[in-house]
């Protein structure tokens, strides 16, 4: 009895399994291509061969054998039609064909018809050619084809013999369950092939001599394996040495390699780098600067032709409406100069340097040559002077959206030394949790007016020709005063604020933020409950009721950002990394601070470290894994012994540990107790001198622009003295790692390319406000509150916009 039992849950499992899978659209002698893998040596990188593939296994849910895709594709074909589409097709043409002549000469209305027409013609077109909606996201079973299985051994030889594995071995395995295919590729690369010698044959001596003088930095080497990707990224850094040495009218078709793989002992590579001679010379001609030209056309209406005028600045012709521009500060971005060898380098950083002045609409750079001689033309357009913005949006920073306003007058070349005056004003609205409640969603207002001016250069006491230098570098100072107010339940704050800020790019990678000057004068209201909160924080030795005190914050600060391959931006390999140091009251070391005794006014002396680091990887076409790692530590020095509040620490929220509320978290293992419900109250932020935090999350497509994600979040803040106000706060290096909560989730994201909603749903696992035993959330401590009390911190919601990290 039990047997057949057996059997017949194993029929219905088949039975339903080949439904999930799509294995009953397989017609007689088709077998679907379940799974595929690849077993090779550690050493060669497997994510490159996934890409190789030449079919794909259909995608399915993780965990769970669903494929979804085939069931919307075939739910769409089922009712797909393709006659219809085409009637459709037609019958669009001939009604806007109509309506057309009806328009007779109504040029603006044909025109507009013209635009409609195109566009439904557009999406019928979409229809015949790629089926219906339901058939474009989903996809077809992928059903085994052994010519692709070939195709695909093909694909991994080319692959291993451009990374020098010329003897490699390939077999393919199949193993083959109820129409199932599921395919192996094993791998033996064999013994690398290594650059054994390097030759160079450049007929031009100057070329030879100058490629030798810069061997340091050729990208092939004698010892390194073969690769022919390196091959490709030398012929590019021989091309832009060429180019940056004169040689304007130079190609990288003139550079070949041959590869001799015979020549000597086995597995050793001779490499053979020749520059050809052009067709018709004997030598490759080197090209100087003759003469440099900035020409900027007007954009003022009635600006007569004769008002352009010319004046030579340092061997560089401007040409524009006399005064327009600084002719110094100009040439401090132009690194093209006369009688100096042509440089693509230079022509670029010229371009780039200029566009980021911001006050041109394009840079366009050309060359006339005469006679072996270049003429350097810079042609720009200039920006409206004046600009009005309008911004109208929804912000979500702690977890609930709210809408928001900003307004921005920008002023462009106020007192013609392309300097750039900015005021902006924002008002927004947007629901936080309550400092004193966990569960209460309130309104925060928050409204601010700005003026700022940004100068294209260093306002220091530093001579013209270190300027000139630092021109290279997009060097800026910002004067910036400003005034903030917001208001929550618990407090209003308002704070009137001034600096003065230096910042740079080394590289397009690199940027520098250097501000000397940070002065803000806070005052503060507080509630008669948040008031109850801090005078008990103060009857414990806790004194964050200071940080609500009329207070003066002096700071500097610098930060250093690394962002490879424009992070936020690209979507590829690419990774970013912030620093970011601050000093607070350093220049009240050396003044008497009576004065601010007698005006009651708390100040605060402070140091502030913090590193964040985070990371995109791709695994295929619709896979990302991302993570994130945050460190930070802040140290007061001063008598009161505490940071501003807005210096302080916090855990917890939509870009932070999702599975605790926003500010919630810790610090360490302090667990505040409800004492009338006998849980742990999360009614209060708590603030930390020391953070530590961390996410990792992989990304899937779900079906066109719909995303999901699986998430873990760990981390904690913690105190760096005793807190008698909350025991277990303070962070000791014996222990803290048993005080690293993590939470874990699940997210959908609505990514509409220029904007990405997102619903993340968190999950405690490890709590450390817990008693040790009852940490894991996932074994006994499912069983106690909030979890049997039916309470919102069972599973917390995160509503965001944009990625987290």
């Known amino acids: 009895m039990r047997l057949v039992k057996n059997q017949l849950i194993l029929l219905l499992a088949t039975l339903i399994l080949s439904g999930c899978l799509g294995t009953k659209y397989l017609k007689e002698d088709e077998k679907l291509l379940y799974k595929q893998s690849i077993k090779v040596e550690k050493y060669i990188n497997k994510s490159d061969l996934d890409r190789l593939y030449s079919q794909e296994p259909n995608r399915r849910f993780p965990i ?103 003897n490699s071995k390939i077999e393919n395995n199949i193993s083959i369950r109820h129409n199932r295919v599921t395919s192996t590729y094993k791998i033996e690369s064999g013994p690398p092939y290594k650059i054994d010698t390097l030759f160079l044959q450049a007929g031009d001596t100057a070329i030879a001599k ?52 015979a020549y000597l002992q086995p597995q050793h590579v001779v490499v053979k780098t020749l520059i050809n001679q052009p067709a018709n010379r004997d030598h490759h001609k080197i090209f100087r600067v003759d003469s440099v030209n900035f020409i900027s056309s007007t954009r003022d209406k009635g600006m007569e032709q004769s008002a352009i005028q010319s004046e030579v600045y340092k061997g560089i012709t401007y040409r524009f409406q006399k005064n327009r521009y600084s002719e110094k500060v100009l040439n401090r971005r132009i690194f093209i100069k006369r009688d100096s060898l042509y440089s693509k380098t230079k022509t670029y950083n010229t371009q780039r340097q200029l566009a980021n002045l911001d006050i041109f609409r394009f840079i366009n750079i050309n060359y006339d040559s005469v006679g ?72 925060s207002i928050e409204a601010g007016v700005n003026a700022g001016l940004t100068f294209p250069q260093f306002i220091l006491p530093i001579s013209n020709s270190i300027k000139e230098q630092l021109g290279q570098v997009n060097p800026k100072t910002r004067l910036l005063a400003g005034y903030t107010y917001t208001r929550r339940p618990e407090y209003i704050r308002k704070n009137t604020n001034f600096t003065n800020t230096y910042s740079w790019q080394n590289q397009r990678t690199t940027f520098y933020q250097v501000t000397l000057t940070d002065i ?33 914050v002096t700071s500097m600060n610098g930060s250093a950002t690394w962002n490879f391959n424009s992070y936020g931006l690209n979507f590829t390999n690419s990774s970013f990394f912030r620093l970011y140091l601050e000093s607070g009251g350093t220049s009240l070391n050396f003044v008497n601070t009576g004065f601010l005794d007698r005006e009651k006014l708390e100040f605060y002396k402070f140091y502030k470290l913090n590193a964040d680091y985070r990371k995109i990887h791709p695994v295929n076409k619709n896979t990302t894994v991302a993570y994130r790692l945050n460190a930070g ?48 109250d999360y009614s209060f932020e708590q603030p930390g001198e020391i953070i530590f935090e961390g996410s990792l999350e992989l990304r899937k497509n779900l079906v066109g622009f719909v995303d999901y994600a699986f998430f873990v979040d760990f981390g904690n803040t913690w105190t760096i003295k005793f807190d008698e106000s909350r025991p277990g706060s303070q962070f000791k290096a014996d222990s803290f790692f048993k005080e690293i909560a993590v939470g874990a989730g699940f997210g959908i994201r609505l990514d509409f390319s220029f904007l990405v909603l997102r619903v993340d749903a968190g999950l405690k696992v490890y709590d450390p406000a817990r008693p040790e035993l009852k940490r894991f959330i996932l074994t006994k401590g499912f069983y106690d509150a909030p979890f049997t009390t039916g309470s919102s911190e069972a599973v917390v919601f995160n509503i965001g916009i944009g990625y987290p990290f």
């Open 64 to 166: 769970i054998p669903f494929s979804t895709y085939v069931w919307f594709y075939y739910w769409g074909l089922k009712n797909y039609d393709i006659q219809k589409y085409q009637a459709k097709k037609a019958e669009i043409q001939e009604k806007f064909e109509r309506k057309i002549i009806e328009a007779d000469s109504n040029k603006t209305k044909i025109e507009r018809l013209e635009k409609r027409e195109k566009k439904k013609i557009a999406k019928m077109d979409k229809n015949i050619a790629d089926g219906n909606f339901l058939m474009r996201i989903g996809e077809p079973i992928a059903i085994y084809d052994s010519a692709q299985t070939q195709a695909t051994i093909n694909r991994f030889d080319l692959y291993l013999d451009s990374k020098g594995y010329f």
């Open 210 to 261: 100058l490629i030798q003088k810069n061997q340091s930095e050729k990208l092939i080497n004698i010892g390194d394996n073969y690769e022919q990707s390196n091959l490709s990224k030398e012929r590019e850094r021989l091309d832009l040495l060429m180019k940056d040495n004169g040689y304007f009218d130079f190609s990288r078709q003139y550079i070949e390699f041959e590869v001799d793989t």
């Open 372 to 443: 072996g001689q270049l003429v350097a033309n810079i042609f720009t357009s200039p920006l409206s002077r004046y600009q009005w913005t309008n911004e109208v949006g929804v912000n979500v920073t702690q977890g609930f959206p709210g809408p928001f306003y900003n307004v921005t007058f920008k002023k462009r070349n106020i007192f013609r030394g392309l300097e750039i005056f900015e005021m902006s004003s924002r008002f927004g609205v947007e629901g936080v949790a309550s400092v004193t409640g966990a569960d209460d969603i309130y309104a």
């Open 520 to 552: 803000s004068l806070i005052e503060s209201e507080v509630s008669d409950t948040f008031q109850e909160r801090l005078d008990s924080l103060s009857v414990s030795g806790n004194r964050l009721i200071n940080a609500f005190k009329p207070s003066l």
């Open 633 to 680: 530590f802040a140290k007061p020095y001063s008598n009161n012994g505490i940071l501003p509040y807005e210096k302080y620490f916090f855990a917890g929220g939509s870009n932070g540990i999702r599975a605790w509320r926003p500010r919630r978290l810790g610090p360490g293992s302090y667990a505040p107790i409800d004492t009338v419900k006998n849980v742990i």
